[in-house]
């Protein structure tokens, strides 16, 4: 119903922030990446909304960025993760180290969260993981560079920096592409999800 909210920071609780619109104080419960982006209070503030509706209350989320939103929305998506285990996801590794931890199929980091298991912990990486590798956003391509002269340009350089994004040597990165077979023929998706298996399976 709500895509974002945009107003006065008033309030800062436990979990949760209120934000007051024309005089009205929304609550809204957010991570703690999320309250590190905040701004003093009594400033403007904007946050991406999900509002969940049970049967015995209504409850806003709010997040910093539309990222953060898509990974809730992700964990969320696998079985046995509620709302509340994925905001302790989000809150502990952050959204671009959640993603590279499942990426990398880090179990153990994982469920070292409170109330994620080893099982779900594995859950989340079975169904994720390549989900996550083809959603772009998640890869911060233009914080890296490469002087390669191979891979100065198309889709091989931009496989390799994103691999790079997700914390991976860019040597270790330019040698698993390398190994593709017919890598010329894949497109960018296909090339970082076979580099990230071939990694997974060292």
Known sequence: MFAYIKGTFSKALDDSIIVDINGVGFELFVSIETIQHLPPLGNEVKLHTI???????ITLLGFNSNDEKRMYQYLTSVSGVGSKSAMLMLSGLGTASLAST???GDIRTLSSVKGIGKKTAERIVLELTEKLAKDASFWSIGDYKTGST???????????????????PKG????VLQSIPNRNDLNLEDLIVESLRKINQK
């Open 51 to 57: 509002m969940q509706v049970k049967d015995d209350s």
């Open 102 to 104: 499942i990426i990398a």
């Open 150 to 168: 191979e891979f100065s340009h198309g889709t091989m350089n931009d496989a390799l920096l994103a691999l790079q994004s997700l914390g991976i």
């Open 172 to 175: 270790e990165a330019q040698s």
